[in-house]
T-cell receptor, first 112, second 116 residues
Framework: DARVTQTPRHKVTEMGQEVTMRCQPILGHNTVFWYRQTMMQGLELLAYFRNRAPLDDSGMPKDRFSAEMPDATLATLKIQPSEPRDSAVYFC??????????FGSGTRLTVV | AQSVTQPDIHITVSEGASLELRCNYSYGATPYLFWYVQSPGQGLQLLLKYFSGDTLVQGIKGFEAEFKRSQSSFNLRKPSVHWSDAAEYFCAVGASSNFGNEKLTFGTGTRLTIIP
């Protein structure tokens, strides 16, 4: 089965450090989402792309978060500087419009 | 704006018993509806989806869901649960547009516990 690959699976970092999370969408999928999951807020949409163009990043704190798709095989989510409140599981998902979306296994981020 | 309500935070069911998880959505047009399942430490796996057509949709692992427009509901059912069904279940709604605004809005989830 085709999979969405996220790296790293786990990341522990100190407050103030830059964090980069990577996602390899399934080949042929033109829509990519970034979600964040916490106990308090549940699943929150941070950003999503269609054909590598950002369509909506209204859920993302602009001052510290950035999301890009440098090419069709890679999506990145960066946090700079990181804060303890950013601790969460970050999921990437990819798919085609009208066809459902496949989620990766997530990156568990802990900021101390 | 679209929204999803899953009124049951936690449900406990005996193995072999039937299951129904509730989901109510709010959306101004014809929605796309999804059920996902998440096991501890894992990502979300798509169980089934509704886009149009037959309002009773079949999914993987023996699950089905019924879309009821009049009740704005998309409840998930299984006739006989197995211990391996213990997980968190999420209902999601998405815009039925091919031209953007396809973001999925998720409910808060229902945790399913199976007892012997």
């Amino acid at each position: 089965d085709a999979r969405v690959t996220q790296t790293p699976r786990h990341k522990v970092t100190e407050m103030g450090q830059e964090v980069t999370m990577r996602c390899q969408p399934i080949l042929g999928h033109n829509t990519v989402f970034w979600y964040r999951q916490t106990m308090m807020q549940g699943l929150e949409l941070l950003a999503y792309f269609r054909n590598r163009a950002p369509l909506d990043d209204s859920g993302m704190p602009k001052d510290r978060f950035s999301a890009e798709m440098p090419d069709a095989t890679l999506a990145t989510l960066k946090i700079q500087p990181s804060e303890p409140r950013d601790s969460a599981v970050y999921f990437c998902a990819s798919g085609l419009p009208g066809n459902g979306y496949t989620f990766g296994s997530g990156t568990r981020l802990t900021v101390v | 704006a679209q929204s999803v309500t899953q009124p049951d935070i936690h449900i406990t069911v005996s193995e072999g018993a039937s299951l129904e998880l509730r989901c109510n959505y709010s959306y101004g047009a014809t929605p796309y509806l999804f059920w996902y399942v998440q096991s501890p430490g894992q990502g979300l796996q798509l169980l089934l989806k509704y886009f149009s057509g037959d309002t009773l949709v079949q999914g993987i692992k023996g699950f089905e869901a019924e879309f009821k427009r009049s009740q704005s509901s998309f409840n998930l059912r299984k006739p006989s649960v197995h211990w391996s069904d213990a997980a968190e279940y999420f209902c999601a709604v998405g815009a039925s547009s091919n031209f953007g605004n396809e973001k999925l809005t998720f409910g808060t989830g229902t945790r399913l516990t199976i007892i012997p």
